[in-house]
């Protein structure tokens, strides 16, 4: 029933439980605050009264393109393809699911549908990706795999694509929530496991071996920690990076953001314990996607802890509280005086939670934040440069095969009835 045993310290990181983060729960009122957003700038915009559609996509066109953050759109669900390689072909992709998202116009909405049905055909959506390796991991427990997001759309990516093994439940208001769903799932499912693995669903390089890495990380540490906390390096980033030739879409820059830059943002620590090599050598390291939860530990109270923390920083509301508690470890932080280990008993005298935190393979820490990292994550997948198609011609193209497909399947459907 997916349990490890406690006291069996070679059995004890062997079939694990997993929850799959694969939501967006912001998506729907992103969608509709667009939808009204572009109803009152046509109203308040007198030249956009009269204006077609292609007009008004050739005015916005350039804004799109520079637009490079991935924004209402489930990543999970978002396709891998070999012509998204090509950054002209991408800025077409971004534009129809920009319009249809932004205008809620049926047209805009077919069109998008038609995109994706096309572009699956050779494309792989990150979701399936990131479920087919933890099925392939002899780590995990196959039939305690629970995927936390949409659920209609999520069952019919992952039933379209032949994978029956994993459960689908609804997503719930935050990632926090998300979590304890997830866990609450596995629970019901008969999972007694003293710990159950966590990974996002935007992962789409992660692979039975970077799993049984981050798991012998894990092991390494040792403890009983609330969670085991997946972190990849920037350092480690950088030589993946350039190591696949991938330099040319922006290489792994430092923490001030920079065009044209890799910009992952590395929490800068001495790793005191050797994490990411010798020990106390500077770390910028960055969250990894992957984490081991204590099942005990995760109820209501432990999520609303957490993922307070993790939010203080973005809520103005929140900077007495992050000045009082958090200013000091920051500064060392800044200056290069915090340790590794020192960093992990600052966290559990602030929030009660105690953590350990462990290595990651590069390529699990490679989620898609962006455009560009859909793009450079479709080079890694299919290892080409993807240039000898034009997206728009060959989909206008299909669209005009489908329609005539279409008409004709009609037209014999009328000559049976005769």
Known sequence: MGKWSSTGKSA??????????AGNTRVKKMYRRRKRRGFFLRILDPTLWVATRDELESRLASKINRDDYIVGENKSLLLLHPDLISSKNLNFFKRVLYFAGKTGDRIYRRKKKDLLEYLSKDGRSAIYMVVKALLASDRLDKGMIVVVGPRDQLEKEIGERGIVDVTVI??????????????????????????????????????????????GSAKKRGGDPDIFFGMGSRQEMGAFISGHGLDRMGKVGPNRPKKGNFNKFGFPLVDDIGLFGQDNNRVNMMIGNLFLYKTGSVDSGFVNRFYSVRKMFANPLSLPYMAMNWARPLYRAAKWRLSLTEAERTFLSRTGIEIRLCSVNPEIALDMDSYTDLRRLSALRFHREGKTRD??????????????????????SENDGQ
Request: proline residues 3%; positive net charge.
């Open 12 to 21: 004890r990181f062997q079939k694990l439980g997993v929850v799959v983060l």
């Open 170 to 215: 609804e997503q719930g208001r935050s990632l926090g929530e998300n979590i304890l769903k997830g866990k609450e799932e596995l629970t019901r499912k008969g999972y007694d496991g003293d710990y159950f693995l966590v990974v996002g669903g935007d992962v789409p390089m992660i692979s039975p071996a970077s799993i049984s890495d981050f798991l």
């Open 391 to 412: 997206l728009e011609l060959s989909f206008k193209e299909y669209v005009k095969k489908k329609r005539r497909e279409r008409k004709g399947l009609i037209r014999r």
